[in-house]
Nanobody, 121 residues
Framework: QVQLVESGGGLVQPGGSLRLSCSAS????????MGWYRQAPGKQRDLVAL???????NYADSVKGRFRISRDNAKNTVFLQMNSLKPEDTAVYYC???????????????WGQGTQVTVSS
């Protein structure tokens, strides 16, 4: 049994910063990929950034140079540092974990509950 819980969302002015956190709990040995996705009302859920256990990263073009993903593998936690925020960054941000190794096998594609990020003046 694995659960992901996000935190750190809120209301921020354009140009401001937020740091999101997501912690996975359960009988976890390791997690291959952890990432962040976002979804605005009426739109699809899109990748923001991901990081493999080994440190490889992938960012959406719209956030390159502004957002930075990091992980603490020992704590099964992933972070998203968001700087120079724009109104178009407004969305619900979801944490994702894929390739979760547990003592008896591997689990795939788990999601957190989401945290609201609103960028507005």
């Amino acid at each position: 049994q694995v659960q992901l819980v996000e935190s750190g969302g809120g209301l921020v002015q354009p140009g401001g910063s937020l740091r999101l956190s997501c912690s996975a709990s359960g009988n976890i040995v390791s997690i291959n990929v952890m990432g962040w996705y976002r979804q605005a009302p009426g739109k699809q859920r899109d990748l923001v950034a991901l990081m493999t256990r080994g440190g490889s990263t992938n960012y959406a073009d719209s956030v390159k140079g502004r957002f930075r993903i990091s992980r603490d593998n020992a704590k099964n936690t992933v972070f998203l540092q968001m700087n120079s925020l724009k109104p178009e960054d407004t969305a619900v941000y979801y944490c994702n974990a894929d390739g979760i190794t547990i003592p008896i096998g591997t689990l795939y594609d788990y999601w957190g509950q989401g945290t609201q990020v609103t960028v507005s003046s």
